[in-house]
């Protein structure tokens, strides 16, 4: 079985929010293909997505839907743009200015695993982090990008989500 064509097994349900940033999209430039390819992919795990959000490059944009999101309780935030090199690629500096503690295996195994696909992954600034009670991952722009990486760390998202939410785990 490819490690992205199939979702793990459901744990259980995840409130999510799904967070795309791109000047051009919020602009009506183009159509967002990463947000609902994110939330087509929740839902096939079992997670609800309950907030969406479309913002620019904008780092207090960002960080204004950030706090939206974990106002609305969502556990598990995905951000889908902004993570690369450019300029305006601001979302790492938003989450980081929110964030209690960043996660750094999960832009580690983003990138490792990304390797396989394009030598491009070098470039990107994927990361995990608690904000608030909400586990927050910046996933890549790419429609593809975001879904595969999405799939390198789901098994480990419904354990991260019940630590940020303070919820009793099995450990």
């Known amino acids: 079985m490819s490690e992205t064509s199939s979702p793990s097994p459901v744990r259980h349900d995840i409130r999510t929010a799904i967070i795309t940033v791109s000047d051009r999209a919020s602009r009506g430039e183009y159509e967002d293909l990463a947000g609902p390819a994110l939330a087509d992919a929740c839902a ?3 997670w609800t997505v309950t907030a969406e959000f479309l913002v620019p490059d904008d780092q207090p944009r960002i960080e204004e839907a950030l706090r939206a999101a974990t106002s609305q309780g969502c556990g598990l935030i995905l951000t ?3 993570t690369g090199i ?12 929110l964030m209690r503690v960043e996660v750094p295996g999960f832009g580690e195994i983003m990138r490792a695993r990304s390797m396989a696909i394009t030598p491009n992954a070098l470039l990107s600034r994927s990361l995990a982090a608690v904000v608030e009670h909400s586990l927050v991952i910046a996933l890549p722009g ?3 990008g975001a879904v595969e990486s999405l ?15 303070r919820l009793p785990t099995s450990c």
């Open 44 to 46: 096939q795990r079992g």
């Open 151 to 165: 799939s390198f760390v789901a098994d480990a998202i419904p354990h991260a989500v019940k630590l940020a939410q």
């Open 142 to 144: 790419k429609p593809s």
């Open 80 to 82: 889908t743009g902004g």
């Open 86 to 97: 450019a300029e305006r690629d601001v979302t790492p500096e938003a989450v980081r200015r």
